[in-house]
């Protein structure tokens, strides 16, 4: 069972100052002083306030069970990769993978590198010992502000995650991707309504309400 962070208005923090940062600056700032989310993932010593989505979508679609071999795509900092060990236990294989380079997590292989490169797959199969029965990216690019290129580098990611979830997947493995709303593109849909027998998509409430983004979870790769 996951504990939600505590909620409630409470009182407010205020930046010190705010000299010499801009005005979106300062409050991206107050709005993570006062997420109760960024405060809890300090208090638990979790390396972001994006662990929470993967334990909020664990516990509602039960996607990590000990002993499974996991792949976190662009896992910096590795806010989902600390949950995915604990979640897996001493069985587990988790392989974490980012082009940037990212602190080493306790219980985990940690590679560096781009997921697109051709012998990407096969490292990762290497470092976990078999095929991966859970493949997740959080994976999202840097915005532009504009609507339409946003939503169309977003779902570029998402579907080059999935080709690489099905090269790597054990029969019966399942995938999980940042996505926005609106939904999965009806391309990369059809291949996972055909690849996969269950397809959701899911907004966790540690996703914020102003954002767009949700995520979708495909189960039961057919292989």
């Given at each position: 069972?996951?504990?939600?962070?505590?909620?409630?208005?409470?009182?407010?923090?205020?930046?010190?100052?705010?000299?010499?940062?801009?005005?979106?600056?300062?409050?991206?700032?107050?709005?993570?002083?006062?997420?109760?989310?960024?405060?809890?993932?300090?208090?638990?010593?979790?390396?972001?306030?994006?662990?929470?989505?993967?334990?909020?979508?664990?516990?509602?679609?039960?996607?990590?069970?000990?002993?499974?071999?996991?792949?976190?795509?662009?896992?910096?900092?590795?806010?989902w990769t600390q949950v995915a060990v604990q979640a897996v236990g001493a069985r587990g294989?988790?392989?974490?993978?980012?082009?940037?380079?990212?602190?080493?997590?306790?219980g985990a292989t940690v590679l560096q590198g781009d997921f697109q490169e051709a012998e990407?797959?096969?490292?990762?199969?290497?470092?976990?010992?078999?095929?991966?029965?859970?493949?997740?990216?959080?994976?999202?690019?840097?915005?532009?502000?504009?609507?339409?290129?946003?939503?169309?580098?977003?779902?570029?990611?998402?579907?080059?995650?999935?080709?690489?979830?099905?090269?790597?997947?054990?029969?019966?493995?399942?995938?999980?991707?940042?996505?926005?709303?609106?939904?999965?593109?009806?391309?990369?849909?059809?291949?996972?309504?055909?690849?996969?027998?269950?397809?959701?998509?899911?907004?966790?409430?540690?996703?914020?309400?102003?954002?767009?983004?949700?995520?979708?979870?495909?189960?039961?790769?057919?292989?």
């Open positions: 069972m996951v504990k939600q962070p505590p909620g409630g208005r409470g009182m407010s923090t205020r930046l010190k100052t705010a000299e010499g940062r801009s005005t979106a600056s300062q409050r991206w700032l107050t709005r993570q002083l006062n997420d109760p989310y960024v405060k809890e993932a300090k208090a638990r010593g979790l390396r972001s306030r994006a662990a929470f989505k993967l334990l909020e979508m664990d516990e509602k679609l039960h996607l990590l069970k000990p002993g499974m071999r996991v792949v976190d795509l662009g896992a910096a900092p590795g806010g294989q988790v392989v974490a993978l980012d082009i940037l380079p990212m602190d080493p997590v306790p990407a797959e096969a490292r990762v199969i290497a470092a976990m010992g078999g095929r991966a029965d859970l493949v997740l990216s959080d994976m999202a690019p840097n915005t532009t502000g504009h609507t339409s290129t946003d939503h169309l580098r977003i779902m570029g990611l998402a579907e080059l995650a999935l080709d690489f979830a099905r090269k790597v997947l054990a029969p019966g493995g399942a995938f999980a991707a940042k996505v926005l709303q609106g939904g999965t593109e009806a391309e990369m849909l059809a291949v996972l309504k055909r690849d996969f027998t269950s397809v959701k998509h899911v907004k966790p409430p540690a996703s914020r309400k102003d954002s767009a983004e949700m995520y979708v979870v495909a189960l039961g790769f057919r292989g």
